[in-house]
Nanobody, 125 residues
Framework: QVQLVESGGGLVQAGGSLRLSCAASGRTDRTYTMAWFRQAPGKEREFVAGISWGGGSTYYADSGKGRFTISRDNAKNTVYLQMNSLKPEETAVYYC??????????????????WGQGTQVTVSS
C-alpha cells in the first residue's frame, strides 16, 4: 500500500501563489508516476500535472502551463506543485495520486492506484 498526505493548501488572493506538498509512505516503489488532480464542486476531477520517477518527464494541463510547476524529491518521498498567478476558478480540492508504472500520457485518473485525501485551495477574487 501507498499512503499519500497532501499539505500546503489554504486561502490566497487572485494572483497569489501556493506550494502544495505530497508526502508518500509505504511501498514507494509504486510511486513511479506522481500527479496532481483537482476537483471543484459540481465538476469532474481533472488532471493538473504529472511527473516521472526521475523528474525527466513532466506534463501539464493546458490551463496550468507556464504558471504551475511540478517537481519531486525522491530522497524525501515528496512531490510538489508550485502554483503561481492563481485564478478564482482554480478553487478546488487538490489531490495527489501515484501509480507504480509508466503510463503515457498520464492524464487518466483511472490509471492511478493511490490517492491522498486532498487539500483545499481557495482563491479569492
Amino acid at each position: 500500500q501507498v499512503q499519500l498526505v497532501e499539505s500546503g493548501g489554504g486561502l490566497v488572493q487572485a494572483g497569489g501563489s501556493l506550494r502544495l506538498s505530497c508526502a508518500a509512505s509505504g511501498r514507494t516503489d509504486r510511486t513511479y508516476t506522481m500527479a496532481w488532480f483537482r476537483q471543484a464542486p459540481g465538476k469532474e476531477r481533472e488532471f493538473v500535472a504529472g511527473i516521472s520517477w526521475g523528474g525527466g518527464s513532466t506534463y501539464y494541463a493546458d490551463s496550468g502551463k507556464g504558471r504551475f510547476t511540478i517537481s519531486r524529491d525522491n530522497a524525501k518521498n515528496t512531490v510538489y506543485l508550485q502554483m503561481n498567478s492563481l485564478k478564482p476558478e482554480e478553487t478546488a480540492v487538490y489531490y495527489c495520486a501515484s501509480m507504480g508504472s509508466l503510463v503515457m500520457p498520464p492524464q487518466a485518473a483511472r490509471a492511478y492506484g493511490y490517492w491522498g485525501q486532498g487539500t483545499q485551495v481557495t482563491v479569492s477574487s
